[in-house]
């Protein structure tokens, strides 16, 4: 049996920010953030909105794609960093606003987690007879980032992305293949301190900022590229083919300077290349689905066409997967 997305949504603030308006907080220009990152502008919510009103709208427009409602969804996977609070899991919020009562958790696996809830959903639907199962990245990265540290604060977006994915005949979609790992031992180059049960969150470790994203932005570059080229190189010989045969490569859109450094290595041109960062920077979770469902929608993606997906970031995770582009 294949596994197809027989839909898709997206989800994104209103509320934009701009390199000029980062200009008037940080000592940053515009020109430096474009050079060095390719990114213009990001996303941010509002008061109203957070990962799960976010979640919840990908969602549905996700369930009318596929042209089914809340009752059909047999499962739901939300890939978040960014969780709606500790307790409970995102899911409970979005399966409340949905009017699921199926089963869900929250997948945190960073900016690998759609390819991890991707690989899971593909998964259940093999082994469980379930017939839809929903997965969805989820974040709103702008509330957990320092406004003062201008290593991270140029960088991260909100905005969520869903798919349902279903069983799928010869001819319809199939996850052809795929990757993922983690080297824990780097845990220390992309987090957030405070908060959790290492060290839970005290008035000290507010005052240190220690609730706000930290990175090692140099050293998390230079494993990035290394690790989606090989991850890549794994999920294409599971697939048994190789980068010449993808149509589309959607890589993580955490800079601009990766993703071409990654796709020239692989051998990709850039024009297969999806990038959307210029306007909604690093979204996490939800990067890669977004660019895919933007990809589709504009209609540059097309039935038959094969996919090639990689995500890397804090674990430091990686997961790749390739699929090829079809309703069941
Ligand atoms: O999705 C999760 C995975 N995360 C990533 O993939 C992030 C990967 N890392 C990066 O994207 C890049 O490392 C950054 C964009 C974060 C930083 O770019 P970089 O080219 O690695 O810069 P750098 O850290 O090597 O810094 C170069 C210089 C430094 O100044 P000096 O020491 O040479 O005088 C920094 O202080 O640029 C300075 N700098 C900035 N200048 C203006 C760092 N950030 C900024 C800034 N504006 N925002």
Same mark, same amino acid.
């Given at each position: ?47 109203d909105e957070s990962t799960a009103t976010l979640a919840t709208a990908a969602g549905r427009a996700a369930l009318e794609s596929a042209g089914i409602t809340a009752a059909d969804v047999d499962f739901m996977v939300i890939a978040t960093a960014t969780p709606e609070q500790p307790i409970p899991h995102t899911g409970a919020f979005v399966g409340d606003a949905l009017g699921l009562t199926c089963g869900s958790f929250d997948m945190n696996v960073g900016c690998a987690g759609f390819i991890y809830g991707l690989v899971t959903g593909s998964s259940w639907l093999v082994t469980s007879g379930y017939r839809n199962v929903l997965v ?90 290394? #690790?989606?080229?090989?991850?890549? *190189?794994? !999920?294409?010989? /599971?697939? %048994? +083919?190789?980068? @010449?045969?993808?149509?589309?490569? &959607?890589?993580?859109? #955490?800079?601009?300077?990766?993703? *071409?450094? !990654?796709?020239? /290595?692989? %051998? +990709?041109?850039? @024009?297969?290349?999806?990038?959307? &960062? ?51």
């Amino acid at each position: 049996m294949q596994v197809a997305i027989a839909g898709w949504g997206t989800a994104l603030p209103k509320g934009r920010i701009t390199n000029t308006d980062l200009e008037a907080r940080v000592e940053t220009s515009d020109e430096w953030i474009v050079e060095r990152t390719g990114i213009r502008e990001r996303r941010i919510a509002g008061e109203d909105e957070s990962t799960a009103t976010l979640a919840t709208a990908a969602g549905r427009a996700a369930l009318e794609s596929a042209g089914i409602t809340a009752a059909d969804v047999d499962f739901m996977v939300i890939a978040t960093a960014t969780p709606e609070q500790p307790i409970p899991h995102t899911g409970a919020f979005v399966g409340d606003a949905l009017g699921l009562t199926c089963g869900s958790f929250d997948m945190n696996v960073g900016c690998a987690g759609f390819i991890y809830g991707l690989v899971t959903g593909s998964s259940w639907l093999v082994t469980s007879g379930y017939r839809n199962v929903l997965v969805i990245g989820a974040e709103t990265l702008t509330r957990v980032v320092d406004p003062r540290d201008r290593g991270t604060c140029i960088l991260f977006g909100d905005g969520a992305a869903a798919v349902v994915l279903q069983p799928s005949g010869p001819d319809g979609g199939a996850v052809l293949g795929w990757d993922m790992g983690v080297d824990g031992s780097a845990h220390g180059l992309i987090g957030i301190p405070a908060g959790g049960s290492r060290l839970p969150a005290t008035p000290d470790t507010i005052d240190d900022g220690l609730q706000f994203i930290k990175m090692q932005g140099q050293e998390v570059f230079r494993r990035a590229v290394r #690790a989606v080229v090989s991850s890549v *190189e794994r !999920a294409l010989e /599971r697939a %048994g +083919i190789t980068a @010449d045969d993808v149509d589309w490569f &959607i890589p993580h859109q #955490a800079n601009l300077r990766i993703i *071409e450094a !990654a796709a020239q /290595r692989l %051998g +990709i041109d850039p @024009d297969r290349t999806i990038v959307n &960062i210029e306007w909604f920077g690093n979204t996490s979770a939800a990067s890669i689905p977004l660019a895919m469902a933007q990809a589709a929608d504009a209609g540059r993606i097309r039935d038959g066409d094969v996919i090639l997906m990689s995500g890397f970031g804090a674990g430091m995770a990686w997961g790749s997967a390739v699929v090829r582009w079809g309703r069941p």
